[in-house]
């Protein structure tokens, strides 16, 4: 396996009883990538995540972290990766150290600094002894990211990270996606609906629709040909309107939902 992908997704499929899920969904985030994962919702965005991370099982289909399969080597495959689904938790009656603190206890072999050192990557060191229940959203999803960030990861998996957030929020956490690539440089896997703002971070994309992976690549690959002044925004809307119209034709026996 090439040494440059860190996380290499093959054929996942993955049905559930309202007949949504994923199928056949091929990816890889190579090394220093900020990778955007990029649908509607209900696109399948978070199933492919849970999977990834280990969380849930895919009917078919495999996934390599630093080139250990997820179900049969999971701890050594999870090693150097972390990992926020959905909503970020914390004990609100906590303070945002102690929060970490209990973090880092699940990893006997860190240092006593590194819960200092991630307080000061997200920006709370001053408000590392504030109870967590009093922290703005933007700073419990900073908290939560840190929470991310204890086991010094390789391999950051973001579900949503700036779902919830006002414009303030947003700013606070793409600055952050930035600072951790640059300076601890991170891989990070994003997935979001909020397409603008991740154009503005992000170097590969993948666009997820109806389960089904529609386009992959780079932002200059996948926008080449489209004019000067065309956004991501602009590709994306252009790109599920034209499967809904080619699913318009298809037979409704052979639509996959």
Wanted: charged share 30%; net charge neutral; hydrophobic share 35%.
């Amino acid at each position: 396996m090439n040494g440059d992908i860190v996380l290499d997704i093959q054929g996942l499929t993955k049905s559930y009883r309202n007949r949504r899920g994923i199928e056949n969904v091929t990816l890889q985030v190579r090394r220093g990538d900020i990778y955007g994962f990029f649908g509607p919702n209900g696109a399948g965005k978070t199933t492919v995540m849970k999977i990834a991370s280990g969380l849930i099982r895919a009917d078919r289909g495999s996934v390599r972290l630093f080139g250990y399969d997820v179900n049969e080597q999971y701890e050594p495959a999870m090693s150097r990766v972390g990992v926020l689904i959905e909503k970020g938790e914390a004990f609100e009656y906590l303070s945002g150290r102690r929060n970490l603190e209990l973090a880092a206890r699940l990893y006997p072999g860190l240092p006593k600094t590194r819960v200092d050192e991630v307080l000061e990557l997200v920006g709370l060191s001053k408000h590392g002894k504030e109870k967590a229940g009093h922290y703005s959203l933007g700073m419990k999803m900073r908290l939560a990211i840190a929470g991310a960030l204890v086991s010094k990861p390789e391999l950051l998996i973001l579900d949503e990270p700036t779902n919830g957030l006002d414009i303030e929020g947003m700013v606070e956490i793409r600055e952050l996606v930035r600072k951790l690539a640059r300076e601890e440089r991170t891989t990070f896997f994003l997935s979001s609906h909020l397409i603008s703002e991740m154009e503005m971070i992000c170097n590969r994309i993948g666009i997820l629709h109806e389960g089904k992976l529609i386009r992959e690549g780079s932002m200059g690959e996948l926008l080449q040909g489209s004019g000067p002044s065309s956004s991501l925004e602009t590709y994306f809307i252009e790109q599920i309107r034209a499967e809904r119209e080619a699913a318009d034709h298809e037979p409704a026996n052979v639509r996959y939902h």
